[in-house]
Each structure stands twice: as C-alpha cells, then as structure tokens.
C-alpha cells in the first residue's frame, strides 16, 4: 500500500518509509551499544508495534528474544478512553530480565506509565523503552523513553502500525488522514 491508494484519505505523508528506514538503523545502533553483552528481551505492544518491533529486531547485531504484549485504552476512535486493560499477557518471565519495551507512539504517556509499573513489578533487571514516534504536546505524565525515533506534532497519525479503526496500519509512512475520514 502506498500513499496513491488512499487518493483523498491521506491529507499528507509526515514521516517517509526511508526516514523510518534510516531511524531504525540508528536506534538499533545506539540499543546494540547499550546491550552489548547482555540478554535482551524485546517486548513488543500490540498490535501497533509490530512494525517497530520487526524492523527494530532485523537490525540489532544483538541477539534478543521477542514476546508481546496486547494492551487496550483506544476505541476506535481518535482518543484514548483512560482505562487499561491487558488483552494478551507475556509468555516470559521477566525476572532478571533486560526489557525493552518497543511502542509505536508514546502520546498521553498514561498507558505507557501502567505498563511500565507493571513490568516493573515482575522483577526484571531493567525495563527501558523504544518508541518510534512522541508527542511531547499531549504528554500527560512525565516518562523516561530511552529511546525516540520522531518527536513529532500532537495530531492523530497513521501509517507503519499506527491504525484508525484498525485501517491503515499497513502503510510504509507515517501520515495524518483527512479530516473527512474520521470526523463522520
């Protein structure tokens, strides 16, 4: 799918599939420098991180484990409804663990918070966090992301995981809708 195929659904492409190519491989970087010789534990949020989490994971030199996580605080709609609720838990143990949690977007921060306090929880040796994209304007809550890809402006995207109403995530690109598309 590309950007010709949504015609009068994209208003415009804010993020290339090259930029995020290239992000990708520096964040790798700087995570391989970080995890040199230790076990690292990739812990992927679903479903919009699969795309991170994939390419983030094919261009570490460390080798790391995968699992998921599925967590829900969006309808679909456009905003998040503030109550969290685990869909899908780990299969591993963190105890002991590096983690690093791979998100597609960190925007309120107030999901991000409860997930962390309760990987927290489980006794791994350090819990970090890699996100392609933040929104500093609608942060809620201050967080620690290690990791960032794009800080970019507090408007809904979509595009490279991100969804509305579970469409576009296929999308090589981050990018905002028109208006059209979500305000009927």
């Known amino acids: 799918m590309d950007a010709g ?3 009068r659904d994209l208003d415009r492409v804010l993020i290339s599939e090259e ?6 491989k520096e964040l790798a970087k700087a995570v391989d420098a970080d995890y040199a010789g230790k076990e690292l534990l990739l812990v992927g949020v679903l479903k919009g991180a699969i795309m991170v989490m994939a390419d983030l994971a094919r261009a570490l030199h460390t080798p790391a484990e995968m699992d998921w996580m599925a967590i829900s605080s969006y309808g679909s709609g456009t905003k998040s409804s ?8 780990l299969d591993t143990d963190l105890e002991g663990r590096h983690v690093l949690v791979v998100e597609d977007i960190v925007d309120s921060g107030l999901t991000l918070s409860w997930l962390l306090g309760n990987l927290k929880s489980r006794g791994p040796a350090s ?5 392609m994209l933040r929104k500093p304007a609608a942060q809620r ?4 992301v290690r990791y960032v890809g794009f800080d970019i402006p507090n408007e809904f995207v979509v595009g490279y995981g991100l ?6 995530r296929n999308l090589p690109f981050v990018g905002t809708l028109a208006p059209h598309v979500y305000s009927s």
């Open 127 to 131: 819990v970090e966090v890699c996100a």
């Open 141 to 144: 809550i201050e967080l620690d």
């Open 19 to 24: 930029q995020l190519r290239e992000k990708t």
């Open 82 to 89: 503030g109550v969290v609720r685990i869909l899908k838990d």
């Open 163 to 168: 969804d509305y109403a579970e469409k576009y």
């Open 5 to 7: 195929d949504l015609g």
